[in-house]
């Protein structure tokens, strides 16, 4: 399942195994399993939250969905068409399949296996994320993330910018025990740098665990910590809270993380596949209208007229009718 492997994990750095007699193991405060709901023209998606665990406990991060996985058939995919943003970041992260996206300012690409394109929308872009030509023509397995992460006030209004951050560029690390695998997507993790450069502070990674193997990693104290299960089964935090596909953990304060994978794991895979995130909660007041997440109903208000005066970009017309 996952785009980057390494033969031999046992070559790559590893974490630091926190401290037992001086570092606090966060607990678990709540498993929230992800809804399944249809998202853009027709793709399905695993949505653990807003609507399952409230923003602030989730602060700095809007949303989540899990894109996938799914086999598509011929000419069965399907993507976002155009559609605008403003105020934060949205964060793709491709395991399996190829997207493509274009944007109001020319810009555009494509998203490979182990690829994450970070669009900071800021003031305003718009843009669509469709499946690559390819995947459309023959479908193929495709599975994929994509994350919100807020921006401060100070910050709503800055110039929309593009991160692609290539699956070669990940920093990959090994659990103390050699038996978990991590792909550091952005920010720091116990002194380790991701190549994603963010506004606000966070630690994103993707980890898989062989069966029975544990990962433990020192974490900020003063970020927020979450563990998404992409897949398999595990358990999580100081009392070992049993997980499944699709769940997410919601961790109470501390400064080490811990997971370990079920002995045996059940599903397609042989591996527990998880997300680890977290970040410095940002403390503000949230309004959010659809692709607007703002501080004030004014600015949403704002948004909307900006969006429908073409004040955030208009759709290139090369592109219009391709979506
Ligand atoms: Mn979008």
Known sequence: MPAITVDNPLVLPRLARPDATTATVRAVERVVPARTTMEGAGFLVHRPFPQGADLHATDPFLLLDQMGPVVYGPREAKGAPWHPHRGFETVTYLMDGEMVHHDSNGGGGTIGEGATQWMTAGAGILHDETPSERVYDSGGRFHG???????????????????????????????SDGGAFVRLIAGDL?????????????????????????????????????????????????????????????????DA??????????????TLEVLLLGGLPIREPIA?????????????????????????GTIPAVDLGSA
């Open 257 to 270: 993380v811990t997971l370990r994978a079920a002995d045996r794991i059940e599903g397609e895979g042989d």
């Open 288 to 312: 959010h209208y659809g692709p607007f997440v703002m501080n004030t109903r004014a600015e949403i208000e704002q948004a909307i007229d900006d969006f429908n005066h073409g004040r955030m």
């Open 145 to 175: 993330v994509q994350l919100w992460v807020n921006l401060p006030a100070a910050q709503k209004w800055v110039p929309p910018r593009y991160q692609l951050i290539e699956a070669t560029e990940l920093t990959l690390l090994a659990s």
């Open 190 to 254: 116990d002194g380790h740098a991701g190549p994603g450069s963010t506004y606000t502070p966070i630690t994103y990674a993707h980890a898989t665990l062989n069966p029975g193997a544990e990962l433990q990693a020192n974490w900020r104290p003063d970020f927020s910590a979450m563990v998404y299960v992409l897949g398999g089964q595990g358990y999580v935090g100081a009392e070992n809270r049993p997980v499944r596909d699709q769940d997410l953990a919601v961790l109470g304060a501390g």
